[in-house]
T-cell receptor, first 115, second 113 residues
Framework: ETGVTQSPTHLIKTRGQQVTLRCSSQ?????VSWYQQALGQGPQFIFQ???????GRGNFPPRFSGLQFPNYSSELNVNALELDDSALYLC??????????????FGPGTRLLVL | AQSVTQLGSHVSVSEGALVLLRCNYS??????LFWYVQYPNQGLQLLLK??????LVKGINGFEAEFKKSETSFHLTKPSAHMSDAAEYFC???????????FGAGTTVTVRA
């Protein structure tokens, strides 16, 4: 069974640029969530995708957007990068079924540095 | 809205000693509670979860946690620390209608030889 994978592992961008981060969910999982973890802090929820639609969003501006594809993989796009966007971006996948607890399994993350 | 507070940003223990990491939650509905561990330069690994079955939950690597509704707590323990337990530990909460996880600020564990 393949776990959650993310690409790239590291990325350096300059302020104002755009970035796309990718995530492949664990086999059998149909839901993907994205989190931002700033240095020394806990992860913060960005948004979640289920059945290719956004299903919940945290306190992040619209320049943070995403996609989920039919194979349940996902992308996180960030436009007009700011210095404060420098962080570890974590993707988590889970299997949503009615009446059961949804446990999220995390990938290794993409570390983004904005200069 | 649900939230968690982790008491103590750093915990230092001797190898073989008890590990105790504290987590208190705030939730308007019965919560789901989780403990995750993060090793340097890695993602989060699930240690254990509480889903309203048994209040004492056993996880991987010898860790366990007890859900105490009266104290709104979900503290993580391990009877005997090992050098490999040095890592960052996060407590997280979600409710039954909102699948997002809300994380605490984390507790860094160092283990002294």
């Amino acid at each position: 069974e393949t776990g959650v994978t993310q690409s790239p592992t590291h990325l350096i961008k300059t302020r104002g640029q755009q970035v796309t981060l990718r995530c492949s969910s664990q086999s059998g999982h149909n839901t993907v969530s994205w989190y931002q973890q700033a240095l020394g802090q806990g992860p913060q929820f960005i948004f979640q995708y289920y059945r290719e639609e956004e299903n919940g969003r945290g306190n992040f501006p619209p320049r943070f957007s995403g996609l989920q594809f039919p194979n349940y993989s996902s992308e996180l796009n960030v436009n007009a990068l700011e210095l404060d966007d420098s962080a570890l971006y974590l993707c988590a996948s889970s299997r949503r079924t009615s009446g059961s607890v949804e446990t999220q399994y995390f990938g290794p993350g993409t570390r983004l540095l904005v200069l | 809205a649900q939230s968690v507070t982790q008491l103590g940003s750093h915990v230092s223990v001797s190898e073989g000693a008890l590990v105790l990491l504290r987590c208190n939650y705030s939730s308007s509905v019965p919560p789901y509670l989780f403990w995750y561990v993060q090793y340097p330069n890695q993602g989060l690994q699930l240690l254990l979860k509480y889903t309203s079955a048994a209040t004492l939950v056993k996880g991987i690597n010898g860790f366990e946690a007890e859900f105490k509704k009266s104290e709104t707590s979900f503290h993580l323990t391990k009877p005997s620390a090992h050098m490999s337990d040095a890592a960052e530990y996060f407590c997280a909460v979600s409710d039954r209608n909102d699948y997002k996880l809300s994380f605490g600020a984390g507790t860094t564990v160092t283990v002294r030889a």
